[in-house]
């Protein structure tokens, strides 16, 4: 086993990337018993959030987890050590955590966090590295080779590493994209999103790499079904993001925001409990995106393994 690493980017900020993140998340362990690690780029932290809980997150970064501590190896010019700034129990169904009990690890969820403090760190490298005269690109080509040599340990352990990346491509943003063998964008069905969907995309091809052009996989998130938005999606499937792979629309729906607000660090919930009517939304997602690794050169899960 060698994860597929997929980043969830659009340089458009509250499209659904860290929701989308999440339900993958989900869906992935849940359905095809992947073991999934996210990996959080964004120092606002959301997905992190959505896994651990404000509580969570707080203790998190009490106990010395966080990417943040992978950005202070690299400006130490230590050789990264990922292991112990993993928390590994994310996970938040029921049925995965029973799973985790009965010792059957089929499908889990890990997550890399992080916190406002990356922003800080970050700045504080850009600082010291601009001042010596190095340009942005260069920088995230640096980082992004310190990412692969901290994640290569951990791809025989996890079949698939979602990085859920900021609206901002920082060089710590850039690389964690560049990393990525093919990456999902979330986009709403509006007309601002939409422009904002294509000048990433194409910017990503044309300043990152050409290669992930064809890995592209688009989720129409938030989608209302009125004649506007049917029309916008028309706009981006036949003309605009023409010849990329599409996963189902995700629906506008207060079950997504419940979703996304844990109760407690201790609470779990059944898919069901969790997704509600979403729950096969979330289904459909992960077969579409399994669908999408096994003809885009992922690491496809290989099949369901619950309904
Ligand atoms: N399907 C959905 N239905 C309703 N609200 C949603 C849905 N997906 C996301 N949201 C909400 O939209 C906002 C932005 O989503 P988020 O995933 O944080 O976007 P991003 O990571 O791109 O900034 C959040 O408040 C989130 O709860
Ligand atoms: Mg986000």
Do not use: C
Request: net charge neutral.
């Amino acid at each position: 086993m060698t994860a597929t690493i997929a980043a969830i980017a659009n340089l458009k900020g509250g499209v659904g990337k860290s929701t989308t993140t999440l339900m993958l998340a989900d869906g992935l362990a849940y359905f095809y018993g992947a073991n999934v690690l996210v990996v959080d780029l964004d120092p606002q932290a959301s997905s992190s959030q959505m896994l651990l809980t404000d509580r969570g997150l707080q203790m998190a970064f009490d106990q010395g987890k966080g990417v943040h501590h992978l950005i202070e190896q690299f400006m130490a010019n230590e050789t990264p050590n990922i292991g112990n700034l993993i928390l590994p129990n994310a996970v938040t169904l029921e049925e995965l955590r029973k799973a985790e009990e009965r010792d059957e690890r089929m499908g889990w969820i890990s997550i890399l966090p992080s916190h406002s403090q990356l922003r800080l760190t970050e700045m504080e490298l850009e600082e010291k590295i601009y001042s010596k005269g190095m340009a942005p690109s260069r920088l995230a080509n640096y980082i992004a080779g310190h990412f692969e040599k901290a994640l290569e340990p951990l791809k025989s352990l996890y079949d698939i590493i979602l990085i859920d990346t900021p609206p901002y491509m920082s060089p710590v943003a850039r690389a964690g994209l560049s990393i990525a063998t093919n990456y999902i964008t979330p986009t709403l069905a509006d007309s601002v999103s939409i422009w904002g969907s294509k000048q990433f995309t194409e910017w990503v091809t044309a300043q990152v790499t050409p290669h992930l052009a064809s890995r592209n996989f688009i989720v129409i998130t938030r989608f209302r079904n009125t004649k506007y938005a049917r029309n916008a999606e028309k706009q981006l499937k036949e003309v605009h993001l023409k010849g990329r792979t599409f996963g189902p629309n995700i629906p506008e729906s207060v079950q997504a925001l419940n979703a996304m607000d844990r109760m407690d660090l201790d609470s779990y919930s059944t898919l069901r409990g969790k997704y509600g009517r979403l729950r096969n939304d979330v289904k459909k997602l992960s077969e579409a995106f399994a669908g999408f690794l096994a003809k885009r050169g992922g690491n496809a899960p290989p099949a369901m393994v619950r309904d």
